[in-house]
């Protein structure tokens, strides 16, 4: 009935914001300064042409219009940064619903995947942290992408040109928001093989249905390309070089999964194949296409993260749709088998099947929940007010001091309080105005000479003032 669809959404909304609307007070992320200074060096022509030509080897252009449009409107307010990554988290949960809805689950399973996903206590900074925009735009577009070529594949019929345009067109944009996007190709055609299995191989069938994969997939090579050869690669800078080997990819297997399953560290490589092996049966030991398909989501979405080193918690926002699913259909099913064998011992027959079914559930996802609070004031909630605090002081400083230089000034800065080049950065973007010098002399020292030549900010105490030529506090 409509009216109980409706309910369960509020529902859901009401869990995601019971969970997550103090994340719009949250600072900056840690990288949001370095990130949003990358694009805003760029000009726009130029960061327009970097989301239509991947063989360059852009960084993540999908981004630059995320944080610049917001840069524009609402300049160094962390607020609405936040109000619209939460917005688009919120949004996501209908795509999580409408996956396990084409999969073949009921409401009752898609409602929990989408419940599931709501607020993940492993993957906490990704409800907090606007520096994984990455992550929640790559979800959106890659959801999007392969819920229009499975709705036109449910119908029986094979996309038309608009309709796999589209499916390509979404990908880039999945693509120009993160490398997860690039096993999108392999899902069309797990999906195809699963529910659209071919009665024979043939040339027929790869200019038929498979042609929107092999778009995809022919996508995929240009981007790569661009990743590796590109003008920009990201693959020759150390921390984005991929390392394929056993070692990595259990580490990272151990890693995700004590995040995927809240376990704390506890799991070692003999519990990582325990998991691999029970999934696998339970997705293959009956003809159950959405588990089947959820195993293969599961397994086969990481390794653009396993083979990078140190991914995890946020990062595994695509994988958990996959994992959402499979415990949905899983814990459904189990709940289901043991209110059915409760329903037939004496003491509970007169309860019945559906009640006994529906407590059991309401236990496990109160557990869950129970859970998900525990970690999120415990271990999120102290995490999340420590994100870029010192940004969030420098900010507030600069709005107090409200320093005001002329175009085509050179302009230092002494005694900052950060280790690395957070303070160019945050200068670049204060004062956005490309004909400006800056010089961290934490790192870059300069002579009297030449610093009587400029206008420099000193940090007195963890106060910033601005100094007069002489090097006396501004009047």
């Known amino acids: 009935m409509p009216w109980r669809k409706a309910a369960f959404a509020g529902l859901i909304l009401a869990y995601f914001l019971y969970f997550n609307w103090d994340g719009l007070w949250a600072h900056f992320g840690a990288d949001d300064m370095m990130n949003m200074a990358f694009y805003w060096r760029m000009k726009s022509v130029r960061l327009a042409m ?10 993540r252009p999908m981004a630059g219009v995320y944080y610049l449009s917001l840069l524009h409107t609402f300049g160094l307010n962390p607020a609405p940064f936040h109000a619209v990554l939460l917005t688009i988290l919120a949004g996501n949960l209908y795509l999580v619903y409408r996956f396990a809805r084409r999969l073949g689950t009921t409401i009752l399973q898609a409602g929990m995947a989408a419940l599931i996903v709501a607020y993940h206590a492993g993957l906490s900074n990704l409800y907090y942290d606007t520096a994984y925009i990455y992550d929640v735009l ?19 019929r094979l996309p038309r040109a608009v309709e796999s345009a589209l499916v390509v067109g979404l990908c880039l944009a999945a693509l120009n928001s993160k490398e997860m996007a690039l096993t999108l190709p392999v899902m069309l055609l797990a999906y195809e093989l699963i529910y659209h299995a071919p ?9 038929g249905p498979g042609r929107v994969t092999l778009y995809c997939g022919a996508l995929k090579l240009i981007y790569l390309y661009g990743k590796a050869f590109g003008r920009n690669a990201m693959m020759q800078a150390a921390s984005y070089r991929p390392e394929l080997s056993l070692r990595r990819i259990f580490t990272f297997e151990k890693a995700s999964m004590d995040s995927l399953f809240l376990l704390g560290q506890t799991l070692n490589w003999r519990g990582v194949v ?3 092996i029970l999934l696998a049966y339970l997705a293959w030991r009956r003809p159950r296409p959405a588990l089947r398909f959820c195993w293969v989501f599961v397994m086969f979405t990481p390794p653009p993260l396993a083979v990078l080193e140190g991914r995890g918690a946020a990062c595994l926002y695509i994988p958990l749709a996959g994992w959402a699913v499979f ?34 559930l309401l236990i496990a996802l109160y ?12 271990v999120a909630l102290p995490a999340m007010k420590d994100v870029g605090r010192q940004t969030a002081v420098v900010l507030d400083q600069m709005r107090a001091l409200d320093p005001h230089v002329k175009s085509g000034t050179h302009i230092a800065f002494r005694n900052d309080p950060f280790q690395d080049w957070d303070m160019l950065f945050i200068a670049e973007l204060w004062f956005r105005d490309h004909s400006l010098q800056f010089h961290i ?35």
Not at 54 to 59: K, N, R, V
Not at 138 to 153: D, E, I, K, N, P
Not at 442 to 455: V, Y
């Open 441 to 475: 002399l934490n790192k870059t020292p300069l002579p009297p000479e030449e610093l009587a030549k400029m206008t420099v900010f000193d940090f007195r105490e963890g106060r910033i003032v601005q100094l007069t030529g002489g090097g006396s506090p501004r009047p």
């Open 274 to 276: 325990l998991v691999w």
């Open 50 to 59: 970097h989301l239509f030509m991947p063989w360059l080897g852009a960084y």
């Open 327 to 360: 415990a949905a259909v899983a814990l459904t099913g189990l709940a289901s088998a043991a209110a059915q064998f409760l329903s037939g011992e004496p003491i509970l027959r007169r309860a019945g099947f559906g009640p006994l079914f529906a407590a059991l």
């Open 199 to 207: 009665v024979e191989w043939s040339f027929r069938w790869l200019v």
């Open 138 to 156: 790559c979800f959106s577009f890659y959801m999007g992408a392969f819920l229009c070529y499975a709705r036109v594949r449910a119908q029986g």
């Open 367 to 378: 557990a869950w929940m129970k859970q998900n609070a525990y970690l999120k004031r415990e």
